[in-house]
């Protein structure tokens, strides 16, 4: 360590990939460097973590536990958190750039993808992202309305993993729900719901689709569904031979996966999912009350694609499945920062090894980083977001100590590669919470997050649930602020 002031970074958002890059800075800035590094992090809501808490199915309770590790940087002394507080709304960018060092854009891939199919907004089709959002209680879904308790057959739409956790907690037994930290709105619905198939639809074939084993293999273990593979359709949609698929080990287990589904015999449940291969949506058809009431499916062809992959060509064959529920999940979408460069077409932040790149002139922008999804897009598991955090806190290290920590990090950035630091004319702990303060009042740190996550499982104890999630913003200021200074 130094004597030097500390240099002063804020990280935007409280994800994995904000919480990997804040625990990288204070161990590897900290301790390795001889660098005195302070962290804030900024969050729009009250809680942290993300999708971890937002996103990640309710009953994988074991992949929520990753917070444990957030919680060890949480807890180290030169880490500050400031929830409730929107970047571009209540700070922008260049009042952080006033205060700190640099700032670390984590702020993940909050939108969904429309598949820009006739009849896509009917009643009754939604993107899977409100529909996580909602079982999951982040605050800006609570309020939508899913009509389980009428439809009967729900088509989703992609393969891939947040395909499977729609599919799967569409189906799940009521024993199944009841023990986990589902949002309470969504308990009462999802296990008083109709639904009891699920056809899960992927446009390209078995061995082309993003799902991983476990969550794959998963589908086959459920307390009150049959999982349902076409034992021809399988195998007409692996008869182009894909030699990249061959070269990928999860594919081949999916692949082995799927062909053991299709010799299964169905034990009868009352519920199914239905998994189905080269169909993409064409159109979804109305029923008398203008809902959802069908979706029409058109039949695809494997042909190959520049750089080797298969892709997806419509046939003539056309198929219509009635359906009362759709759910698009076709992936993630990142959403532009105010002020803050950003590429339309893969919507991530322009970077290069997370060197937040000056549109113009591609060159790196002084002081200005990014991790995870809206550096990358939204793609890997939790902990893929730990090496990616790395790569850009390795180059933060290198610009801000060039001879020292970027070359015992091995990032071997040319000078024209580094970014120039950034000095910042207020790098004053103090004076940045007085700013945020004044601009955001109901500001909750650490201390008001932990009094929440307190309370809620508090609530969820008596039932033997992880936690009760509060789901409006104004109870969760009201736990935080009985707590906090
Ligand atoms: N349990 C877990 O570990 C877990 C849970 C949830 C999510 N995740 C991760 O989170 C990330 C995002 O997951 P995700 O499921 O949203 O995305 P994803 O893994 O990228 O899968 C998206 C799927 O949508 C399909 N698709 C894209 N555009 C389409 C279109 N126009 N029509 C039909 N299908 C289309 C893709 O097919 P093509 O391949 O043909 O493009 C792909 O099968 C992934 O890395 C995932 O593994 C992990």
Redesign the pocket.
Known sequence: MTDQPPIRIAVIGSGPAGFYAAGHLLKDGVGGHSINLDVDMLERLPTPWG?VRS???PD?PK?KSVTRVYEKTAAHPRFRYFGNVTFGEHVSREDLLEHYHAIVYATGSPSD?P??VPGEQLPGSHA??EFVGWYNGHPDHTHLEFDLLSAERAVV?????????VARMLVLAPDELAPTDTADHALDVLAHGRVSEVII????GPA?????N??LRELGELADADVIVDHDELERALAVADPQAEQDITSRRNVEILRDYATRTPKGHHKRIVLRFLL??AAFLPDEHGRLGAVELIRNELVPAPGGAL??QPTDERETIPAGLAF?????RGIPLPGVPFDERSAVIPNSAGRVLDPDSGAPLPGEYVVG?IKRG?????G?NKKDAQETVDAMLADLAPSSAGERNGASASAQERSPAHVPSTPDPAAVEELLRSRQPQLVTYSGWEAIDRHERALGEPAGRPRVKLTRIDELLHVAAAEQP
């Open positions: 999708l996103g990640v199915a994988h992949i993808r598949l820009g899977a992202t739409v992609g393969n891939g993993n947040v395909a499977l956790d639809l992927g446009r390209r082309q689709a993003a799902f991983t476990p969550e993409s949506p892709r997806a698009r999940a076709i992936g993630y999804w939204p793609s890997g598991v939790i893929t």
